[in-house]
Each structure stands twice: as C-alpha cells, then as structure tokens.
C-alpha cells in the first residue's frame, strides 16, 4: 500500500537527511543545544515557561515553514529544524511536569500517546512511514510533527530518570546510552522493522543528549560541570557545525566515489 504520489513542482529527492553515523551524532549534538537553549530561555533569562514557549514555538513555525517550503534539501536549515524541535521539546516537557503538575510519568504516556498517533496518521495519509527519502510535502509535515512528540518525550523521560528515579546526570546517560547500542544491536543483527527501530533511537538519543546537557550545566554539588547554560550552548553549537561540515564533505566524496549499498543506517 502506498499512497503517496508527487505533488507538481514538488522536489523529487529527500527534503529530510540521509541517516548515517553522522545524522546520528548531530541529533545527540542538537538535543544537547536544545536543552541548554531551552533551560537558558527559560531560566537564565528568568522568561518562564509560558514565555519561553511562545518564543520557542514561534521560532519552530519560522524554521519549518521555511523548511517544508523548500524546494531544495538544506543540511543548515534541516539541523536548524532538529535544534529548534528539541529546544520547544525541552519547553513542552517541562511546561507540562512543573507548570501543569503532570509530572514525568503521565507527561511521559501523553507524549508516547501523540506519538503513536501521529504515526497512525502519517501511514494512513502516505501509505507508508518511510523516513528516507521523504520528498511530499504531507509527508514532510508529518515527520516534523512526529519529531516534536519524539523529542518532548525524550525530555520527558530524561528528567523522570534524574529527577524521580533519582539517578546521576552520568548514570541517565549511560542507561540512555545502553538503549541505544541494542536498538543499534538488533538493526545489525536482526531483521526487526527499521522503522520501528528509527523512532525508538531518535526518542532515546533525545534525554542522552539531555542529560550531557544537564552535566555540563548543572552545580558541582549536583554531579553537574557548573558551566553556564549560554556558554554550554555556544560550545555545542560550534562542535555540532563542525561535525556538520565533515558530513557534508564526506557525504560530496561520497557522491563522486559511489559505494555498493548496506545497511548502514535506520532509515528504512
């Protein structure tokens, strides 16, 4: 069953990246900057929750807007989305527990509710949940709305296993980190759906990134490096260009050097 047809002067090739180490890698890279972003907007700036969830959310509709509209694929204005998503998830999370009282838990089985059913609708409206090559619009859209519930779940479940289970910034990390490597472990060994393993890597890496974005912001007392949040972000930001930037030479020597097919990456 496939639905999903070209719309005219649409683009004909994927307006979303191609999943490989380095996909991987800048969406750790970005959670880290989106919760340090968002903590900074937030708190540093003293706006609160309300605020900084209008400025965070009128940001994500600029960046996505121009993103969808696009007719051509833009590895700055795609990661610019991710940033931006992780940033209002980071918003969502916390506005959900500490100004609605929901706390982690039950914010936690709303999130993984929205997106369940942001998948159902996506398969019913596509005819598939293919995550590459995404080329309709409708499609697009419905991966973006997919990646906001994705990473306010992360958010949501990085702070539960902190702040209620009680566990260091360190220790949520590794155990975020255990989940990713056997969801790495049954797409090598195994022939589990790809896609199913896709979006419970990109759930996971979310609070892995977080709680690296606790560590490095958080007081020394609190098993945190004690750095401040916008200086946190800054080193992110630049560390995360720079890995963009070798992705995008490797990926053009790729290109003029093509190499048989594997299955390198969670994309299908």
């Known amino acids: ?33 989106g919760e340090t972003a968002g903590d900074f907007i937030s708190m540093t700036l003293g706006l609160g929750y309300y605020v900084g969830l209008a400025i965070t959310f009128s940001v994500l509709g600029i960046v996505l ?29 916390d506005f959900m527990d500490r100004s609605m009282g929901l706390g982690y838990f039950a914010g936690s089985i709303i999130l993984v509710t929205g997106l369940a059913l942001s998948l159902a609708v996506w398969y019913h409206r596509v005819g598939n949940l293919r995550v590459y090559p995404i080329t309709a619009p409708s499609a697009e859209s419905m991966f973006w709305l997919a990646v906001l519930f994705s990473n306010s779940l992360g958010t949501a479940f990085g702070d539960y296993l902190v702040d209620d289970v009680g566990l260091s910034f360190i220790q949520g990390a590794l155990v975020t980190a255990g989940i990713i490597l ?18 419970i890597a990109f759930v996971f890496t979310r609070p892995f990134g977080a709680t690296f974005g606790d560590f490095l912001t958080k007081p020394l007392d609190a098993g945190g490096l004690s ?3 916008g200086y946190a972000s800054l080193v992110t930001l ?13 990926s053009s020597e790729r290109r003029s050097s093509p190499a048989p097919a594997d299955r390198s990456d969670l994309s299908r």
Not at 2 to 13: D, I, M, Q
Not at 71 to 93: D, N, R, Y
Not at 238 to 250: F, G, N
């Open 65 to 93: 807007w121009t993103q969808i509209g696009s007719k051509t694929f833009h590895p700055v204005l795609f990661w610019t989305a991710i940033i931006a998503t992780t940033t209002a998830g980071t918003e969502i999370s």
């Open 182 to 199: 056997a969801v790495a472990a049954l797409h090598y060994f195994t022939q589990m759906n790809d896609v199913l393993l896709f979006w």
């Open 227 to 229: 750095m401040s949040r």
């Open 238 to 250: 630049a560390i995360l260009l720079t890995v963009l930037y070798v992705s995008m030479r490797w």
């Open 1 to 33: 069953m496939n639905r999903e047809h070209v719309v005219p002067g649409a683009p004909t090739y994927s307006k979303v990246a191609q999943v490989t180490i380095f996909f991987w890698i800048m969406k750790v890279l970005a959670t880290t900057l």
